[in-house]
């Protein structure tokens, strides 16, 4: 039986809220003139430090994937850990950490450490996975992943209510225990999910705080789905996630940053990301600007992007996370471009007035 979980809701304020704004980053770079890895991460983590300090940037979110030959994140929590302890006031989390890939009983143990940590600012993103290898690699079985996340989920829960519990299923069976540390806020960290396909898109209305977007269009299935269980909606909190260059002069900065841009493309097409695409892409794009035509990533400046944005506010979104940071690129050009987006875009785009950007209610499945 489904039902609301409350906390503290903000009733009688005004509903309109600021959207937040994030950006993602995965902490890779391609092999060739890479920098020693603890160079890179201390810059990237001055970089964060900086963001937390000066700018109107809401959050600072870790991606996960494994066995990338550019170091892609396969330790999301850890780094997430990491940017908790040396920053103040931003959101700290995953969109996403691949759930399938990690025993959830664990997860929870690390989320809440990292939750603790940041005195309450970690945000859960989580995904099912796809890519065979990293299945295999990690000795996990693929075929299993809607069965393994639907479990993982429940056992999240039940961990993040602090309370001794057990659980018997199909992936998971354990008797009594109790998860520490215990939660920082009632309920534990938020626990947003993304999804592509019909059916994942409505298990993220089913089971989680809030939607990752990644694919345009998929919004509206979410409220779809969540009309459909009779969800409330303060308790439809909703994402959209790009990869953006956004910059006064956008065709100069993709002619400094687009070559990063298409390494990460490309290391997404083989491993089989985009053969649902119509057409289907299958191998590596070698002209940048072939894959720009695309619309693979969102490239504009100020004005275009407050643009896209406020359509997005219009759709119902209430948060807005960037992939900006491309593999490998200076630190001081993504810098400056952040400056810029926080400058220029940030203060321009609408306020939202929907009721889940002005309430802490959350849904639990």
């Known amino acids: ?9 903000r009733k009688g304020a005004d509903m309109s809220q600021p959207v937040t704004f994030g950006i993602i980053n995965a902490f890779n770079q391609p092999v060739r003139g890479a920098e020693p890895w603890n160079v890179r ?8 430090e900086w963001i937390d300090r000066e700018l109107e940037i ?6 996960e994937h494994h066995f990338y030959s550019d170091g892609y994140m396969p330790s999301p929590l ?13 959101k700290v989390g995953t969109n996403l950490i691949q759930l399938p890939l990690h025993n959830a009983v664990r997860l929870a143990e ?42 993982g989920i429940a056992i999240l829960r039940k961990a993040f209510s602090g309370e001794p519990f057990e659980f018997h299923g199909k992936r998971y069976d354990f008797g009594e225990i109790t998860v520490t540390p215990g939660p920082i806020r009632p309920g534990g960290p ?5 999804g ?27 409220v779809d789905a969540s009309e459909a269980l009779g969800r409330p909606k303060e308790t439809q909190k909703l994402n959209v996630t790009y990869w953006a260059i956004i910059a006064d002069d956008p065709e100069k900065a993709f002619a400094e940053a687009g070559d990063n841009w298409l390494h990460l493309l490309n290391e997404y097409i083989i491993r089989d990301s985009y053969t649902a695409r119509n057409p289907p892409l299958r191998e590596p794009i070698k002209d940048a600007k072939e894959a720009l035509a695309m619309g693979l990533v969102l490239l504009a400046d100020g004005p275009g992007a407050v643009d896209i944005f406020n359509k997005d506010v219009d759709r119902g979104a209430i948060d807005i996370q960037l992939v900006t940071h491309m593999p490998g690129e200076p630190v001081d050009q993504v810098s ?20 889940a950007a002005a309430s802490t209610e959350r849904w639990l499945g």
């Open 1 to 9: 039986m489904r039902e609301l979980f409350a906390t503290q809701s």
């Open 41 to 48: 991460y201390e810059a990237q983590l001055e970089q964060i």
């Open 58 to 63: 809401d959050g600072v979110y870790v991606s």
């Open 78 to 90: 850890v780094m997430t850990a990491a940017i908790a302890a040396r920053t103040k006031r931003i």
């Open 110 to 151: 690390d989320a809440l450490v990292v939750d603790a940590v940041s005195g309450g600012r970690l945000r859960l993103g989580l995904g099912m996975g796809y890519f065979w290898q990293e299945f295999e690699g990690l000795g996990k079985n693929l075929k299993q992943r809607p069965s393994t996340t639907e479990e």
């Open 190 to 194: 938020e626990i947003w999910m993304g």
């Open 196 to 222: 592509f396909v019909p059916a994942a898109v409505e298990r993220c209305a089913r089971l989680a705080d809030g939607f990752l977007e990644f694919d345009p269009g998929s919004l509206g299935g979410f």
């Open 336 to 355: 400056e471009r952040l400056q810029y987006f926080n400058d220029k875009v940030i203060p321009n785009v609408k306020h939202t007035d929907h009721p």
